[in-house]
């Protein structure tokens, strides 16, 4: 798996979000320079409110989608890969049944005996919207990191 820097992964996301038309100013785009004092969720649409978690989907080791009151389902982007997700026969989840959450990297999810924290939390149509966003963001990353190596094979030259 290729990593990507902070700031590389944050300019290839704000600018698939800007493509999909979800971005709500220009100022969501990070400088180099700039500390980025919140999430990029929550530069987009505020505090996320989550009643009545009844289940989930585990998607992947770093992803999953959250069920919850009749209709609401919430895309949980992990800070890194939580490899006990994919065998757990539950997850525990840092937050009670009525919760608002203003900055997801303090939220965690308990699997087995690892807990596997939050990068960020959003709202998504179904199971898969949440695989396509996710595809869709992976290509973003690609794209950049691949940009980037493209600027700096020339300025090598």
């Known amino acids: 798996m290729t ?10 996301l704000v600018a698939m979000i800007a493509a ?13 320079d700039e500390t980025v004092a919140t999430t990029e969720t929550e530069t987009r ?3 996320i409110r989550i009643r009545n978690v009844h289940g989930y989907s585990v ?5 999953l989608v959250l069920r919850a009151g009749s209709r609401q389902r919430y895309l949980v982007t992990l800070q890194r890969e939580c490899h006990d997700m994919r065998f757990s026969h539950q997850l525990g989840l840092s937050f009670d049944r009525l919760a608002t959450i203003r900055n997801p990297r303090f939220e965690y999810v308990q699997a087995g005996v690892q807990r596997c924290y ?14 396509a966003l996710i595809a869709a963001r992976a290509e973003a990353a690609a794209e950049a990191e691949a940009e980037a190596a493209d600027g700096a094979n020339s ?3």
């Open 20 to 32: 999909l038309g979800l971005a709500t100013s220009a100022s969501a785009t990070p400088r180099q």
């Open 45 to 47: 649409q505020g505090p």
């Open 155 to 157: 300025a090598r030259r």
């Open 59 to 63: 998607l992947d080791r770093q992803h």
């Open 3 to 12: 990593r990507l820097n902070r700031t590389q992964l944050t300019t290839g």
């Open 118 to 131: 939050f990068d960020t939390i959003e709202e998504v149509e179904s199971n898969d919207a949440a695989r």
